[in-house]
């Protein structure tokens, strides 16, 4: 099932951050200079996304792009503190 934040629309950098939280905690973060189409879940060698999944993610993260110049930061923070 495709997770609700997916979908959501992001309009500024609190959403912005707010997504990349999600994604992280949601155990789906993934560097985001991947097409999410070639990210595969270790341990069943499947692709992480669906191509509707995919399509949205990188609509997604277009927008993060737009209201965070560097996202990475953010993304480097939450996965160094696990």
């Given amino acids: 099932m495709t997770p609700h934040y997916f979908y959501k629309k992001i309009k500024s950098e609190v959403d912005a951050k707010r997504f990349i939280c999600e994604?992280?905690?949601d155990d789906n973060m993934f560097h985001f200079d991947s097409d999410?189409?070639?990210i595969i879940e270790f341990g069943t060698d499947q692709?992480?996304?669906?191509?509707?999944?995919?399509?949205i993610l990188r609509l997604r993260l277009d927008e993060v792009f737009?209201?965070?110049?560097?996202?990475?930061?953010l993304?480097?923070?939450l996965v160094t503190e696990k």
């Fill in 23 to 25: 994604l992280y905690f």
């Fill in 66 to 73: 737009k209201y965070i110049e560097d996202p990475f930061q």
């Fill in 75 to 77: 993304c480097l923070a």
């Fill in 36 to 38: 999410p189409a070639d």
């Fill in 47 to 55: 692709r992480a996304f669906t191509d509707e999944e995919c399509e």
